[in-house]
T-cell receptor
Framework: EAQVTQNPRYLITVTGKKLTVTCSQN?????MSWYRQDPGLGLRQIYY???????DKGDVPEGYKVSRKEKRNFPLILESPSPNQTSLYFC??????????????FGPGTRLTVT | GQNIDQPTEMTATEGAIVQINCTYQ??????LFWYQQHAGEAPTFLSY????GLEEKGRFSSFLSRSKGYSYLLLKELQMKDSASYLC?????????????FGTGTRLQVFP
C-alpha cells in the first residue's frame, strides 16, 4: 500500500530534550515536506526537500532541522524543543515530475506537546 | 503578499448542497488544490484546478476563475461523513520558489 508513515504519532516531552520525528514514504517520491498545523493558522511549511541531500527552509524553520540521506526518509529534528513547538506535525510527499499538478500525500500526523 | 481567504465555519443539512469559497492573492499561480481533513487526521486530496472552469468528480465539484483569484468547492447530496475541514491551497511562488500555500480551512458541520 502506497503511504507516508510518521513516528511517533503522539509525543509528550519536556523543554530542551532533543527529539526526532521520523517520516518515510514508499512511493519513490522525490519531494518531501514537513508542515505544522496550529488552530487558526492553517498548515505552515517548516522544511522541504526536492531530492536526496537537497533541503531548504519553508516558512517557519526556526528551531527545526531536517536531513535527507535516503530518498524514502525525511526526519524532523528538534534539537531543543520549546513549548511554542507544541503542534500537530504532518509529513508529505509528492513526485517531482509534473510537480505543479501533483497533490501531496500526507502522513497521519504527529501530535507533539512540549511542557 | 500571499493571502488565501476562506470562511472559518459553515453548517448545512444532510442531503443539501453547500458551496465553500476561496479567494487568493499570490505571486504566480501554478494551480489550486482542495483538500479534506477530518479532525485530527491527515489532509486528503479532493481536486486540482489550473485552468478556468468547473471540474466535477462525483458529488464534489471545484471551480476556478484565475482573473478573479477565486475558487469554490461544491458538495452535493451532503452526508454526515462530509463533516470535516476543507483546505484551499494555491501553488504560487514565494521567494523565487514554487510553494504550496494553504488557507486556514473551512470547518463544515453537516446536521441531520
Amino acid at each position: 500500500e502506497a503511504q507516508v508513515t510518521q513516528n511517533p504519532r503522539y509525543l509528550i516531552t519536556v523543554t530542551g530534550k532533543k527529539l526526532t520525528v521520523t517520516c518515510s514514504q514508499n512511493m519513490n517520491h522525490e519531494y518531501m515536506s514537513w508542515y505544522r498545523q496550529d488552530p487558526g493558522l492553517g498548515l505552515r511549511q517548516i522544511y522541504y526537500s526536492m531530492n536526496v541531500e537537497v533541503t531548504d527552509k519553508g516558512d517557519v524553520p526556526e528551531g527545526y532541522k531536517v536531513s535527507r540521506k535516503e530518498k524514502r526518509n525525511f526526519p524532523l529534528i528538534l534539537e531543543s524543543p520549546s513549548p511554542n513547538q507544541t503542534s500537530l506535525y504532518f509529513c508529505a510527499s509528492s513526485p517531482l515530475a509534473g510537480f505543479s499538478s501533483y497533490e501531496q500525500y500526507f502522513g497521519p500526523g504527529t501530535r507533539l506537546t512540549v511542557t | 503578499g500571499q493571502n488565501i481567504d476562506q470562511p472559518t465555519e459553515m453548517t448545512a443539512t444532510e442531503g443539501a448542497i453547500v458551496q465553500i469559497n476561496c479567494t487568493y492573492q499570490t505571486s504566480g499561480f501554478n494551480g489550486l488544490f482542495w483538500y479534506q481533513q477530518h479532525a485530527g487526521e491527515a489532509p486528503t486530496f479532493l481536486s486540482y484546478n489550473v485552468l478556468d472552469g468547473l471540474e466535477e468528480k462525483g458529488r464534489f465539484s471545484s471551480f476556478l476563475s484565475r482573473s478573479k483569484g477565486y475558487s469554490y468547492l461544491l458538495l452535493k447530496e451532503l452526508q454526515m461523513k462530509d463533516s470535516a475541514s476543507y483546505l484551499c491551497a494555491v501553488r504560487g511562488v514565494r521567494e523565487n520558489t514554487d510553494k504550496l500555500i494553504f488557507g486556514t480551512g473551512t470547518r463544515l458541520q453537516v446536521f441531520p
